[in-house]
């Protein structure tokens, strides 16, 4: 009987003539077993992390960037850690600013999983390959990272085909985002960080606004999510404003149905930042500017100017 050794069909031979060798460099079952090899070491040796998307919001066509970007799903997905040694980077650095962390890490995906369990799932900015742009949550340590350089050539085509996605990222530096992704320790960043607004209340409200709520001016539309809400002192911070509530108007709770109306507000002091002095700056700033003469350059902002 005699043997024989048949390559896979599609495999090509040392053949120089045959058109079909410049498209492909091995069998679909030899980049079949590699890409398996490849999905088996990083469920090994990866780490477990949430990949989360950027929804834009309002993107600016000139700049290619958008300042409301929202973040309102987290994919968990197993990735492999470049550096097993710790974060890449500078880490804790002392510039003229203060002190700034600059960790960095690469982060490595299977594109087979990474189709499977982020990019089937959910919408993305750009279909099929991570995104610079979005997050990645390593619930390890509890770092948020962002995308910054997605590299599609590394390794290099073995067997005639890319088999992983590997995310350059730094530390994410938030700057006002909206985060409700169902994580709670990542959504904490924005209740943490976000610019957050006091609003005094009249006495004679009714119920009792709950934090998370989105609450909505009756008068001027604007919506807010509550941080919290104390009915002794009738004070309600909120964040994510869409815009500026009027004085008076009445506020209502999407989900507690609480109503009550607003007595005052002051859209310069940051109640989430202890170092924030932007009130104390414009309450000072009286005795310096004369604020009577017409400003060309229109209003910058008072503790009672309800346009800003």
């Known amino acids: ?54 929804t834009l919001v309002n993107r600016d066509t000139v700049f290619g960037e958008d300042s409301d970007s929202k973040f309102e799903s987290a994919k968990a997905i197993r990735a492999y850690v470049n550096n097993v040694e710790g974060w890449e980077g500078q880490g804790e650095l002392l510039s003229k600013f203060g002190v700034r962390i600059e960790d960095k890490t690469t982060f490595i995906f299977s594109r087979d999983k990474f189709k499977e369990h982020v990019d089937d799932s959910t919408v993305l900015n750009v279909e099929g390959r991570p995104n610079e742009g979005d997050l990645i949550w390593f619930p390890t340590t509890k770092h948020l990272f962002q995308i910054m350089f997605v590299e599609a050539e590394k390794p290099f085509y ?89 004085v008076p108007e009445t506020i209502t709770g999407g989900t507690s149905s609480a109503s009550w109306t607003t007595a005052t507000y002051n859209t310069i002091q940051n109640t989430n930042s202890e170092y924030d002095q932007n009130n104390d700056f414009e309450t000072a700033d009286n005795d310096i500017i004369d604020f009577t003469e017409t400003n060309p350059f229109g209003t910058v902002g008072s503790v009672t100017d309800s346009t800003i």
């Open 158 to 246: 073995q067997l005639g085909k890319g088999y992983v996605w590997e995310c350059q990222c730094e530390l994410f530096e938030y700057s006002d985002e909206e985060i409700d992704t169902g994580i709670t320790d990542l959504d904490n960043i924005e209740t943490a960080f976000a610019n957050a607004i006091t609003v005094g209340l009249v006495a004679g409200g009714s119920g009792a606004f709950t934090a998370g709520e989105t609450v909505t001016g009756g008068t001027s539309n604007v919506t807010a999510e509550v941080k919290s809400f104390d009915a002794a002192t009738r004070t309600l911070i909120v964040i994510n404003r869409s815009g500026t509530f009027s």
């Open 1 to 54: 009987m005699a043997i024989t050794n048949t390559p896979a069909q599609d495999y090509v031979q040392s053949d120089y003539s045959n058109s079909a060798r410049l498209n492909i460099n091995g069998s679909a079952q030899e980049q079949k077993f590699i890409e398996n090899l490849i999905v088996e070491t990083i469920e090994i040796y990866g780490q477990d992390i949430y990949y989360v998307p950027r």
